[in-house]
């Protein structure tokens, strides 16, 4: 069954507390995208990466890290930096990132306690 | 800088009478054209898309997007709206002459169908 696994579905992060979120793809897909969902925001990109070990800032990076060691994963890191992290964070590939379309997991909804 | 925007936060419309949700959009070349559609609690999932040719193109569901290029618009619309086209739908634009291969999206247009 072909597709994007996000882990885990919700995640609670203390104060001060690094959280990591999984994203991974058996699609063989060359680029992946992280993107943050807020209510009446849309999607606002995070960090994307075109090609292994390879990774480009977007939008809102500040307080997010991310690395691409494989190509089928993408681990997004929420920093203590990051002030206000509460949303629901999307992770996304395509087969390069010049194919049109995107192929989304189901989301993971942080909350902070 | 390229741009989307949804200027309807919320439609509502009768199940069977048609529906529109309106795009516009702010590109520095020719543009590559998306919407997507998002149920509760998921990720989103394509419907159609406009690259070149025919300005009305025909995706998943039913529904169908007329490119407009002097307008600088991309309506979604669907001739019989049903209970279960209620939903999240995002307008998403890519400039076919960058070298960064990012989508950019609108702010989102919920949907609403009423029995």
């Known amino acids: 069954d072909g597709g994007i696994t996000q882990s885990p579905k919700y995640l609670f992060r203390k104060e001060g507390q690094n959280v990591t979120l999984s994203c991974e793809q058996n699609?063989?897909?060359?680029?992946m995208y992280w993107y943050r969902q807020d209510p009446g925001q849309g999607l606002r990109l995070i960090y994307y990466?075109?090609?292994?070990?390879?990774?480009q800032k977007g939008d809102i990076a500040e307080g997010y890290s991310v690395s691409r060691e494989k190509k089928e994963s993408f681990p997004l890191t929420v920093t203590s930096a990051q002030k206000n992290p509460t949303a629901f964070y999307l992770c996304?590939?395509?087969?390069?990132?010049?194919?049109?379309?995107?192929?989304f997991g189901s989301g993971t909804q942080l909350s902070v306690l | 800088a390229q741009s989307v925007a949804q200027p309807e936060d919320q439609v509502n419309v009768a199940e069977g009478n048609p529906l529109t949700v309106k795009c516009t959009y702010s590109?520095?070349?020719?543009?590559?054209l998306f919407w997507y559609v998002q149920y509760p609690n998921r990720g989103l999932q394509f419907l159609l898309k406009?690259?070149?040719?025919?300005?009305l193109v025909k995706g998943s569901y039913g529904f169908e997007a007329e490119f407009n290029k002097s307008q600088t618009s991309f309506h979604l619309k669907k001739p019989s709206a049903l209970v279960s086209d209620s939903a999240l739908y995002f307008c998403?634009?890519?400039?076919?002459?960058?070298?960064?291969?990012?989508?950019?999206f609108g702010r989102g247009t919920q949907l609403t169908v009423w029995p």
């Open positions: 996304a590939s395509n087969p390069t990132a010049f194919t049109e379309k995107l192929f």
């Open positions: 699609l063989n897909h060359d680029a």
């Open positions: 990466s075109q090609i292994v070990n390879d990774f």
């Open positions: 590109v520095s070349g020719n543009p590559y």
């Open positions: 406009y690259i070149t040719g025919d300005n």
């Open positions: 998403a634009v890519r400039d076919r002459g960058s070298t960064l291969g990012r989508l950019y």
